[in-house]
Protein backbone atom coordinates (compact mmCIF):
# COMPACT_ATOMS: atom_id res chain seq x y z
CA UNK A 1 0.00 0.00 0.00
CA UNK A 2 1.29 3.35 -1.13
CA UNK A 3 1.93 5.78 1.84
CA UNK A 4 3.53 9.31 1.80
CA UNK A 5 4.12 10.73 5.26
CA UNK A 6 5.51 14.50 5.42
CA UNK A 7 7.19 16.04 7.51
CA UNK A 8 9.19 19.44 8.58
CA UNK A 9 6.09 21.84 9.06
CA UNK A 10 6.26 24.52 11.73
CA UNK A 11 6.11 27.80 12.70
CA UNK A 12 8.42 29.79 10.96
CA UNK A 13 8.98 34.03 10.70
CA UNK A 14 8.64 35.81 7.76
CA UNK A 15 11.87 35.34 6.11
CA UNK A 16 13.02 32.61 7.30
CA UNK A 17 13.55 29.05 5.72
CA UNK A 18 12.17 25.52 6.50
CA UNK A 19 12.43 22.25 4.89
CA UNK A 20 9.86 19.54 4.35
CA UNK A 21 10.09 15.89 3.80
CA UNK A 22 8.36 13.19 2.35
CA UNK A 23 9.09 9.26 3.32
CA UNK A 24 7.44 7.04 0.64
CA UNK A 25 6.72 3.12 1.17
CA UNK A 26 4.51 0.94 -0.39
CA UNK A 27 5.82 1.85 -4.37
CA UNK A 28 8.70 1.81 -6.51
CA UNK A 29 10.10 5.09 -5.99
CA UNK A 30 12.04 5.82 -8.70
CA UNK A 31 9.08 5.11 -11.08
CA UNK A 32 6.88 8.15 -10.17
CA UNK A 33 7.24 11.77 -10.52
CA UNK A 34 6.81 13.36 -7.34
CA UNK A 35 5.03 16.75 -6.65
CA UNK A 36 4.31 19.33 -3.76
CA UNK A 37 0.79 21.38 -3.41
CA UNK A 38 -0.55 23.45 -0.29
CA UNK A 39 -3.77 24.65 0.71
CA UNK A 40 -4.19 27.77 2.79
CA UNK A 41 -7.56 28.40 4.94
CA UNK A 42 -10.25 29.10 2.90
CA UNK A 43 -8.43 29.11 -0.36
CA UNK A 44 -8.00 26.05 -3.00
CA UNK A 45 -5.27 23.49 -3.12
CA UNK A 46 -2.83 24.56 -5.35
CA UNK A 47 0.20 23.19 -6.76
CA UNK A 48 3.92 24.28 -6.07
CA UNK A 49 6.90 22.26 -7.16
CA UNK A 50 7.19 18.94 -9.33
CA UNK A 51 10.08 16.64 -9.80
CA UNK A 52 10.32 14.00 -12.27
CA UNK A 53 11.38 10.20 -11.65
CA UNK A 54 14.85 10.63 -11.30
CA UNK A 55 15.13 13.91 -10.26
CA UNK A 56 16.60 15.77 -13.65
CA UNK A 57 13.51 17.98 -14.07
CA UNK A 58 11.60 19.92 -11.65
CA UNK A 59 9.06 22.65 -12.22
CA UNK A 60 8.35 25.10 -9.32
CA UNK A 61 4.83 27.06 -9.34
CA UNK A 62 5.30 31.27 -10.60
CA UNK A 63 5.03 32.84 -7.07
CA UNK A 64 7.40 30.12 -5.84
CA UNK A 65 10.70 30.32 -8.22
CA UNK A 66 13.33 31.46 -6.88
CA UNK A 67 12.51 30.63 -3.30
CA UNK A 68 11.29 26.50 -3.07
CA UNK A 69 12.87 24.00 -4.76
CA UNK A 70 12.34 19.95 -4.95
CA UNK A 71 14.69 17.64 -4.57
CA UNK A 72 14.50 14.12 -4.43
CA UNK A 73 16.74 11.24 -3.35
CA UNK A 74 15.48 7.55 -4.99
CA UNK A 75 18.05 5.77 -2.33
CA UNK A 76 16.29 6.78 0.63
CA UNK A 77 13.05 7.35 -0.92
CA UNK A 78 12.02 10.91 -0.19
CA UNK A 79 11.65 14.38 -1.77
CA UNK A 80 12.18 17.52 -0.10
CA UNK A 81 10.74 20.57 -0.03
CA UNK A 82 13.20 23.45 0.38
CA UNK A 83 11.84 27.27 1.21
CA UNK A 84 12.98 30.32 1.79
CA UNK A 85 12.10 33.96 1.89
CA UNK A 86 8.58 32.47 3.59
CA UNK A 87 5.85 35.17 4.01
CA UNK A 88 2.82 35.01 5.71
CA UNK A 89 1.16 33.96 2.32
CA UNK A 90 3.09 30.38 2.36
CA UNK A 91 0.74 30.10 4.91
CA UNK A 92 -0.55 26.35 4.47
CA UNK A 93 -1.10 22.59 4.80
CA UNK A 94 1.56 21.36 2.53
CA UNK A 95 0.78 17.73 0.80
CA UNK A 96 3.18 15.42 -0.80
CA UNK A 97 1.66 13.41 -3.80
CA UNK A 98 2.93 10.78 -6.04
CA UNK A 99 2.32 10.96 -9.55
CA UNK A 100 0.84 9.40 -12.06
CA UNK A 101 2.48 6.61 -13.76
CA UNK A 102 2.65 8.23 -17.09
CA UNK A 103 3.27 12.03 -16.41
CA UNK A 104 6.84 12.91 -16.19
CA UNK A 105 6.54 16.17 -14.00
CA UNK A 106 3.23 17.06 -12.24
CA UNK A 107 1.98 20.41 -12.59
CA UNK A 108 -1.62 19.66 -11.36
CA UNK A 109 -3.77 18.02 -8.79
CA UNK A 110 -5.28 15.72 -11.67
CA UNK A 111 -1.89 14.60 -12.17
CA UNK A 112 -1.17 12.82 -9.15
CA UNK A 113 -2.73 9.45 -7.29
CA UNK A 114 -1.65 9.31 -4.49
CA UNK A 115 -1.73 12.40 -1.41
CA UNK A 116 -0.03 12.33 2.20
CA UNK A 117 -2.06 13.99 5.31
CA UNK A 118 0.20 17.19 4.99
CA UNK A 119 2.22 19.18 7.17
CA UNK A 120 1.26 22.45 8.67
CA UNK A 121 3.54 25.57 7.84
CA UNK A 122 2.77 28.59 9.69
CA UNK A 123 4.96 31.97 8.72
CA UNK A 124 3.93 34.69 11.50
CA UNK A 125 5.11 38.03 10.50
Known amino acids: QVQLVESGGGLVQAGGSLRLSCAAS????????MGWFRQAPGKEREFVAG????????YIADSMKGRFTISRDNAKNTVTLQMNSLSPEDTAVYYC??????????????????WGKGTLVTVSS
Open 97 to 114: ARAKVWVAVPRTSDHMDY
Open 26 to 33: GQTFSSYG
Open 51 to 58: INRSGSLT
